[in-house]
């Protein structure tokens, strides 16, 4: 059977009226993109972009006071170059990006607002584990020509695609354009991202948990009871023995997830009681959502669907429960009946 290109899928969805040619040319700018961060990531130590970003003697340390490494910064130029001359509106870029520099003003007008993190995971670049880069996008709203922070904060079910690019053993592109959630695979010889899996579907139960377990002397009640009880397997309440893994990269996580099923969770802790959880909802929770949610698993942050949820601020955080629909809804119901009788 021949072999699917991301570019021959996007023209036959939008034969099929799934996306229009704006949002058909933004997503071939972000694989573009992606392309070219796999091949710096691949490089690894030869590529002269491992270890933390070393600016006038000292690492460059960003917005909240965490080491940069080189490969971040790189891969949010690659990105926000490729927006650029995409016409799309400005990318906001994770908050960890080093904001002094500014993000180019030229940026013509365009339909669409792409948000992303460059390369999340990247604590892991250093020890060779795989990490990825998040991309969600939004519709401009009418007549703004320059798109200010206001114009991002929309809830993620008005998101009009999302996707990630994991840099693994394979470079694989997994998108959302609202019409289930398709895996491309980098074929390198043609330079290329070949459809591999259409239509993923999430399994809806699971005996496999993604969670920091070092975290659990900072959890709330009901997530303490959760864990407990997924610990306690099959002679405990759940009845069935429970697996674990943490790769602490969300893309990795998410994409067993995606592939296997499973639950990932990253719930709030007390270790820094001012956040509402470690991972942002715009440019994390929110395309991982999508995703999963295209593929037939559920995303909360808890209590609600991570969706729905009204954003604030562009940068804000989110506890995250994603994964097989029947495993979040049993998380999600340990944390209401706790709400209900504390
Ligand atoms: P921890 C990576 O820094 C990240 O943002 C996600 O990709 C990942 O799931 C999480 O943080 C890991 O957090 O606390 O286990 O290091």
Known sequence: MSSISLTRFLIEEERAGHVNPDLRLLIEVVARACKSISVAVGKGALGGVLGDVIASGAASINVQGEAQKKLDVLSNEILLEANAWGGHLAACASEEM????PIPDAFPRGAYLLLFDPLDGSSNID?????????????????????????????????????????????????TIGHGTHAFTLDR???????????????????????????????????????????????????????????????????????RGGIFIYPWDRKDPGKAGKLRLMYEANPMAMLVEQAGGAASNGRERIMDIAPSQLHQRVPVFLGSKKEVAEATRYHLEHDANP
């Not at 080093?98 to 520099?101: A, G, K, L, M, W």
């Open 127 to 175: 020890v060779n584990v795989s990490v990825g880069t998040i991309f969600s996008v939004l519709r401009c709203p009418e007549g703004v020509e320059q798109a200010g922070d206001e114009h991002f904060l929309q809830p993620g079910r008005e998101q009009v695609a999302a996707g990630y690019c994991i840099y693994g053993p394979s470079t694989m592109l997994v998108l």
């Open 189 to 259: 010889e043609q330079g290329s991202f070949v459809l591999t899996q259409k239509g993923m579907r999430v399994p809806e139960e699971t005996k496999e948990f993604a969670i920091n377990v070092s975290n659990q002397r900072h959890w709330e009640a009901p997530m303490q009871r959760y864990v407990s009880d997924l610990l306690a397997g099959k002679e405990g309440p759940r009845g069935k023995d429970f697996n674990m893994r943490w790769i602490a990269s969300m893309v990795a996580d998410v994409h067993r997830i995606l592939t």
């Open 98 to 101: 080093d904001h002094s520099q």
